[in-house]
């Protein structure tokens, strides 16, 4: 099965600064790439997505590239605020969208 | 607004009791999951189903069992409870029409095991 690995597990920024979160996979079949947020007691939400076709992805402050060849994506988040201190978590998943999970990174953004 | 509702939010239960956690959503999704949430572990995939007369195994199913009473009703069973059953289970939702695409995840049930 697929396995995904996230770093770092803690990432302490200051305001306006970036924030950069990494993840491996191993199945090859993966083609489908999200990262959701996860605010301190609150379910997950979706923040960016990406797909095997498309190599980079932006919204606003949040970008996530994939290098397919060397299995990693990553998320970055550009002008830090404290609202974007969460737990943030990648996933990846094939076609039948059956997700596996990193095991999250909590960001705390320092005013 | 249409959403993801899960009961008990919170439980306490002793070692050797049956739970039930209960799912239920009002967006008209086909595809409903199960996932338990560990510090340090991420989100596990427990059980999934990608309609009523469909119910696949995740990565962690043993000890689990599920059923899906309707297409809008997927819920969640510990047979024996156990003290390393103890987490917070999500249940979550996504749209086949809509390809690889979101999951839309309950506000969570904590569970806890004594």
């Known amino acids: 099965g697929e396995n995904v690995e996230q770093h770092p597990s803690t990432l302490s920024v200051q305001e306006g600064d970036s924030a950069v979160i990494k993840c491996t996979y191993s199945?090859?079949?993966?083609?489908?790439f999200p990262w959701y947020k996860q605010e301190l007691g609150k379910r997950p939400q979706l923040i960016i997505d990406i797909r095997s076709n498309v190599g980079e992805k932006k919204d606003q402050r949040i970008a996530v590239t994939l290098n397919k060849t060397a299995k990693h994506f990553s998320l970055h988040i550009t002008e830090t605020q404290p609202e974007d201190s969460a737990v943030y978590f990648c996933a990846a998943g094939d076609n039948d969208y059956k997700l596996s999970f990193g095991a999250g990174t909590t960001v705390t953004v320092r005013a | 607004d249409a959403d993801v509702t899960q009961t008990p939010r919170n439980r306490i239960t002793k070692t050797g009791k049956r739970i039930m956690l209960e799912c239920s959503q009002t967006?008209?999704?086909?595809?409903m999951y199960w996932y338990r949430q560990d510090p340090g572990l991420g989100l596990q995939l427990i059980y999934y189903?990608?309609?009523?007369?469909?119910?696949n195994k995740g990565e962690i199913s043993d000890g689990y069992s599920v059923s899906r009473q309707a297409q809008a009703k997927f819920s969640l069973s510990l047979e024996s409870a156990i003290p390393n059953q103890t987490a917070l289970y999500f249940c979550?939702?996504?749209?086949?029409?809509?390809?690889?695409?979101?999951?839309?995840f309950g506000e969570g049930s904590r569970l806890t095991v004594l």
């Open positions: 199945d090859s079949a993966s083609n489908y």
């Open positions: 189903s990608f309609d009523v007369k469909d119910i």
């Open positions: 967006k008209g999704h086909d595809r």
């Open positions: 979550a939702t996504s749209d086949s029409r809509d390809g690889a695409g979101e999951l839309f």
